[in-house]
């Protein structure tokens, strides 16, 4: 079966995020993307595999994390752009158009870029988690102006259902110098 699925569990507690790790790691046959402690005191564990696998996983994961779960998610046939994204190994020469979203929590923010990539004919820049931003998370993206609109509304439909946006931004034509920054 295709392992082309995701799960996460973001945490408020270090010391259960690696108990609810190893919970993650013995109840399904799954690979292990990242563990690791994230801003704002906070611990994230994703890892990958097929949906039978993953939901087993964070099932698991949610029941030993307990009251230290802040947010999770499990998402089937994730967008392949998201892990090249959130390795921060895209690159480009131009932006057309750029859009921003802006989450409060790493696992809402995962799902919105899911989204976005889904909806639209866009690029995933870059998904940054939680380190130096204060437990928030963003994606960039470019494309059409067009594309770029509706990849961000889609996103920020996903992240808003969960009461965790702070904030979405598309911009025509940006100037060259917000690329520099973004290298």
Known sequence: MAKNSIGL???GSIA????VCDAMLKTADVELLLARSICSGKYMVMVR???GAIEASVSAGLKAGAFSVIDSFVIP???ESIFPAIAGSIKVEELEALGILESFSVASLIEGADAAAKSANVQLLEVR???????KAF?????SVADVQSAVD???QVI????LLVNKVVIPHPRPELLTEMI
């Open 49 to 51: 595999g097929d949906v």
């Open 154 to 156: 889609a996103g920020a």
């Open 77 to 79: 046939n994730v967008h």
């Open 9 to 11: 569990i973001e945490l």
């Open 16 to 19: 259960a995020g690696f108990e």
């Open 129 to 135: 988690l939680a380190m130096a931003l204060g437990g």
């Open 160 to 163: 808003g259902r969960k009461g």
């Open 139 to 143: 994606v960039t993206l470019t494309g």
